[in-house]
């Protein structure tokens, strides 16, 4: 992968990715944990890792464990929650200093296993289960960042759009759980979900950095085990034929209409087609040099922004575009006449040549980081192929105008939202 190896060692319960490069300074370890994308559980998945990564059987106070983590050389240690397509993914992060470049010999990579599955496997517990107060805190916590998107009306508009558009189908939930099912949760029904996360869920464990692949296995070996469990396969929703695209107008307290336009593209990432879409992406709404931009934005300044990205594991093509309310019916014809103008092939040679190398780069941009490099690398894991950058890069170079005119003729409107301000405000 452009000259980054990556080497799978399949272990009883778990995948492990060994990553040997010089391309960085430190070394990151990644835990990942797949599962389906459900109500009765997004939101126990989205207050799980906030509680684990607070404490531990050894460091019992959230000030303990980061006092440790400021030992180990300023380590730094983060999880996060995502959703692709219709699985839920909790990832645990933790980055450390390779030894390497130390003047002492503390074995970091070590202690990095050590801590790292600690906080995964050693939870801080009382009386079988999680300690109240931690719990307590991470839900207040949720609520907050649950509610920080509906008081971010960019953000706001996007999860209703994919409410809207999905409303049958398990993507419609948001990765951050369910603000009303939050307080029900407790300690008990935490920990009892957390021991059946971590024997049914599909896990892959990321290493990364200038480190030795035989010392990598001999500490996984050492600190991790797990009993084999059969992956979950999710049923992809087949291809969806729109017959009528359906408009949602929502009125609020807001001073920008935000417009937001779902289209199905059916194409995923692992597809043939998929290549064409991205360039097709680039050149309708993925760049500062995009139709959306410059036609929607610039020439006709009807859009405070104006941009558009694909859900590459769900088929989706999403535009996004913060408009004033009285110029709705021109952005939404303007937007849909750009859609029109690709399908046509009317674009440039040098679109088509400048999108590439954005597309490149930006991708050249993301495995500049241990982390980004793992995103990269996880698409395989959600659509089990082994894609190589060079592939990508290659598949990309060789997508035709042709290619991306019949990949936009597939592509159908499905649900048109605005969010637009209550009656009697003028702009």
């Known amino acids: 992968m452009l000259g980054i190896p990556e080497k799978i060692v399949k272990n009883p319960g778990y995948k492990l990715h060994v990553v ?8 990151t370890l990644v835990w990942k944990m797949k599962a389906p994308l459900e109500k009765e559980t997004v939101t126990l998945r989205a207050l799980l890792p906030h509680v684990l990564q607070s404490s531990t059987e050894t460091y019992p106070s959230t000030t303990k464990l980061r006092t440790y983590l400021d030992d180990l050389y300023g380590a730094s240690l983060f999880v996060d929650l995502a959703k692709k397509g219709e699985y839920h993914i909790m990832t645990f992060t933790m980055e450390i200093a390779n030894e390497k470049f130390l003047t002492d010999s503390t074995p970091l990579l070590a202690k990095a296993f050590e801590l790292l599955t600690e906080i995964i496997f050693k939870p801080n517990l009382e009386n079988n289960a999680f300690t109240k107060d931690t719990v307590e805190k991470e839900k207040r916590t949720l609520k907050q960042r649950i ?6 009306k960019m953000k706001y508009s996007s999860v209703r759009l994919i409410e809207e558009m999905c409303k049958d189908e398990p993507f419609q939930l948001e990765a951050n759980g369910v603000k009303e099912d939050v307080d029900a949760i407790t300690p008990e029904a935490l920990y009892s979900y957390y021991k059946k996360a971590l024997s049914e869920d599909e896990i892959d464990f990321y290493v990364i950095g200038d480190v030795s692949e035989e010392e990598v296995k001999n500490l996984a070996g050492q600190f991790i085990t797990l009993e084999e469990r059969a992956p979950k396969p999710v049923h992809r929703h087949e291809r969806k034929s729109i017959e009528t695209p359906q408009e949602v107008i929502e009125k609020q307290d807001v001073k920008q209409g935000k417009l937001n336009i779902g289209y199905r593209t059916n194409v995923y990432y692992g597809d043939e087609e998929y290549y064409a879409l991205q360039v097709f992406n680039g050149i309708f709404g993925g760049f500062s040099h995009s139709k959306l931009f410059i036609n929607v934005r610039e020439k006709a300044s009807l859009a405070y922004y104006a941009a558009s ?13 913060g408009i004033d309310y009285k110029n709705y019916d021109k952005a939404v014809s303007i937007i849909k006449a750009q859609m029109e103008a690709i399908q046509n092939g009317d674009f440039t040679e040098e679109e088509l ?15 500049d980081v241990a982390r980004g490099l793992v995103e990269v690398l996880y698409h395989n894991v959600m659509v089990g192929k082994d894609i190589t950058l060079e592939e990508w890069f290659q598949k990309t170079d060789t997508v035709t105008k042709e290619d991306i005119v019949d990949v936009s003729k597939n592509i159908q409107l499905d649900t048109i939202y605005f969010l637009t301000g209550t009656e009697g405000q003028s702009e």
């Open 20 to 27: 040997n490069t010089n391309k960085y300074k430190t070394n």
């Open 147 to 152: 509610q920080s998107i509906y008081d971010d």
């Open 309 to 321: 990205r694909l859900e590459s594991h769900k088929g989706l093509l999403l535009v996004m575009s």
């Open 353 to 367: 040549s400048q999108t590439k190398a954005v597309i490149k780069n930006q991708l050249l941009e993301t495995i």
